[in-house]
């Protein structure tokens, strides 16, 4: 496949930035770079306009870096809440990907972030509070805090019936405790006494 050597004017992710000369399909540069305004043939007229490139692209990457320090302190207050699927166990369907969190943080705090920028060493795939790293620049790069959450109700915990044994002995406590026998003494004790003044009343008469 022929090549040929471009200058690029804009900043190409994976290819280079302004000011770059770099080599490219023909085909490549004729039908997207060159229509597309993203980079000029090398030749000695466009080599004078390299040193402009270069002022303007490091403008663009100082904006760029005190862009992505502001978000960055930004991004690092945040909690995302991701909402997933799970079972009755509590295990989820899928994972949580880069993709994922790119979206949800665009939905919840208008915050556009390309997913390459924020890095998972594998997908999440539990429930719980994570850390994500996020890879905003070269030279800027800060922590996501990241909530996974269950969109499925967890059933109720069934309430345990209180011991029936437990109430038996209470009760039988209490019976115990009532004082009948205390008060069937106290009641005998007069019907001897009103006995022993019977029998001597008719002694006293006798003696008269």
Known sequence: ??????????NIVGLGGESDQVK????????????????????????????????????????ELNTMSELSKSLSKLICVVTVKTGEDGKMFGT?????????????????????????EHPIRALGEHEVELRLHADVVTTLKLRVESSTPLPAAPVAPAPEGKREDVRTEK??????ATGDKKASAPKTDKAGEAAKAPKAEKAK
């Open 1 to 10: 496949m022929a090549k040929t050597e471009v200058i690029l004017t804009h």
């Open 24 to 63: 490219v399909a023909a085909g490549y540069a004729r039908n997207y770079l060159f229509p597309q305004s993203l980079a000029i043939p090398l030749t000695s007229a466009n080599k004078r306009r390299i040193e402009a490139l270069r002022q303007r692209r490091a403008e663009r990457e100082a904006h």
């Open 175 to 180: 019976r115990g405790r009532r004082p009948e």
């Open 96 to 120: 949580v990907t880069s993709g994922l969190i790119a979206d949800q943080l665009k939905t919840q705090f208008d915050v556009t972030l390309e997913k390459r920028k924020i890095h998972l």
